[in-house]
Structure formats: structure tokens, C-alpha cells
């Protein structure tokens, strides 16, 4: 998967990254390190690229910030709001139409690579 995801268009992956991040934070409230661990599973994050994201999507008023103590220093942890779960409704008619689009275009390489 992480080679699939590092051809991808840069913009198509910003896109990705970030309703990614919206999606961990829809299972529940959580933290930079676990944020970057659960999404790993599907694409390769690092911490110069989530912490960006983050400071985006809390500017856009998607996610909250909330700190708590933990090993004696605060962990800022960061939870999705309201508009960030509309996002991810959004995301989802998104995603059907689109994958209404690329099933017409890997039908029409089947039938090409067919003949």
C-alpha cells in the first residue's frame, strides 16, 4: 500500500491525509504518535507532515485541541468536532461518485485488455 500511496498526485494524497486524520479522531480522541500509528496501516505518515494537518485542520475549525497531563508534561490531544464529521459525510457522497468514475474507466482497460 505505501508504494501505491507514494505515487499518487500530491494533491490527490493532501487530500487523503487529511480525511485520514478525520477518520482516526472519528474512533476517538488521540495524540500525534497514535494518530501517526493507527493510519500507518495505510499509508506512511511522519510527524513533519501530521503536525501540519493538524494545525490546518484546527484552523478550519475540524478539530479541537484539549491538553492533559501525562509522564509529568502535557499531551496535547486532539479531537474532531462537529464540521469535522459533516467533512467526513462529505468525503463519503464524495468517494461513491467517484467510485462510480473509476469503475467506468477499469471496465473500459478490461474490455481494451480483452480484445
Not at 505518515?45 to 509522564?71: D, Q
Not at 467517484?98 to 467506468?104: F, P
Amino acid at each position: 500500500m505505501h508504494s501505491i500511496m507514494l505515487c499518487m498526485d500530491a494533491q490527490v494524497k493532501k487530500g487523503l491525509v487529511d480525511i485520514c486524520v478525520l477518520a482516526s479522531l472519528s474512533r476517538g480522541d488521540s495524540y500525534g504518535w497514535q494518530i501517526i500509528k493507527d493510519i500507518s496501516t495505510v499509508m506512511e505518515l511522519s510527524e513533519s507532515t501530521l503536525y501540519p494537518v493538524l494545525k490546518r485542520l484546527e484552523g478550519a475549525g475540524l478539530v479541537e485541541t484539549y491538553e492533559v497531563p501525562h509522564n509529568g508534561r502535557l499531551r496535547r490531544y486532539f479531537q474532531i468536532t462537529a464540521s469535522g464529521r459533516s467533512r467526513l459525510g462529505e468525503f463519503k457522497s464524495e468517494h461513491e461518485a467517484i467510485a462510480r468514475v473509476h469503475s467506468y474507466i477499469l471496465d473500459s482497460i478490461d474490455i481494451e485488455e480483452a480484445k
